[in-house]
């Protein structure tokens, strides 16, 4: 593929041997039409994601829930977005969840980012109505340690509701019951 060139639906793949660790891919999401990259979370982002849901799993069965990672989330007609988080009442073979059967959606930021997240990814969860959005902070390249900020929806917009410190624990009775230990989220 040539540098700095997205790689095209039904383009043949280049030979990936040479690519290096240093090398950056790309997530393709799909917001009302447009195809919009963003970078491939790395290693620790995806622990970090793991590990959140895995400790929302069962808290979110008990309300008849499911908690899943880096899920097709269609938002709408002709905007699908990949959230490092979504919990929905979705069938277990599904392609895709469905924003109207979305309870929670969280992202996690890159060390260093803007806390409020990517503010277009935002807008696009807010838009879809999704009522809760949890936002994960690792305060270093490290990942050792994370804060948590949790967000309800309000006449369009997220506003916060509870969060976590690094080393705190979050507890929250809405969108269901849930504990989420900081330090839970560094283990890797």
């Known amino acids: 593929m040539t540098e700095g060139r997205l790689q095209r639906r039904g383009e043949p793949w280049e030979d990936l041997g040479s690519m290096t660790p240093g090398d950056v891919g790309y997530r393709l999401d799909g917001v009302e039409g447009d195809v919009l990259p963003s970078l491939t979370p790395t290693v620790p982002h995806q622990s970090v994601a793991h590990l959140l849901v895995r400790s929302l799993r069962t808290s979110a069965r008990r309300a008849g829930l499911g908690a899943h990672g880096g899920v097709l989330l269609r938002l709408g007609p002709g905007s699908l977005l990949v959230p490092d988080l979504a919990v929905a009442r979705v069938d277990r073979l599904a392609a895709f969840a469905e ?11 890159r060390p260093g980012a803007d806390p409020t997240g990517t503010p277009n990814r935002i807008e696009h969860y807010a ?4 009522p809760w959005f949890l936002l994960a902070q690792p305060e270093s390249a490290e990942h050792k340690a994370v804060s948590l900020r949790l967000f309800h929806l309000s006449r369009g917009r997220y506003l916060e509701h509870t969060s976590a410190s690094p080393g705190q624990i979050l507890v929250a009775k809405e969108p269901f019951p849930f504990r989420i230990r900081t330090t839970d989220l560094v283990v890797f």
């Open 99 to 109: 924003a109207a059967d979305t309870t929670l959606v969280g992202e996690i930021t």
């Open 127 to 130: 838009a879809a109505g999704i």
